[in-house]
């Protein structure tokens, strides 16, 4: 990923975003110190976990679910 000096990022902005919009993200810096990266809002972030819970309340366990299927595999194993 390329760095841009903030500089160089307001001269040019317009067509950065253009390029940042299509996919091409970047990293703005400051004295050569990383300050923000510019993508896609739809982009999805790499290395970020997935966050637990984001379904809750959404889904239903019947009350049943830890013991669905246990004739069927009684019958397989009996002999």
């Known amino acids: 990923m390329r760095t841009i ?3 160089q990022a307001k001269t040019h902005l ?20 990383p300050l923000v990266k510019v993508m896609p809002i739809d982009a999805l972030e790499a290395g970020v976990p997935r966050r637990l819970g984001f379904m ?9 679910f830890d ?13």
């Open 14 to 33: 317009s067509r950065l975003v253009e390029q940042a919009a299509s996919g091409d993200a970047f990293v703005i810096a400051k004295a050569g110190r």
């Open 67 to 79: 013991r669905m299927g246990n004739d069927s595999l009684a019958d397989l194993f009996e002999c």
């Open 56 to 64: 809750a309340g959404q889904l239903s366990v019947p009350d049943d």
């Open 5 to 7: 000096n903030i500089h």
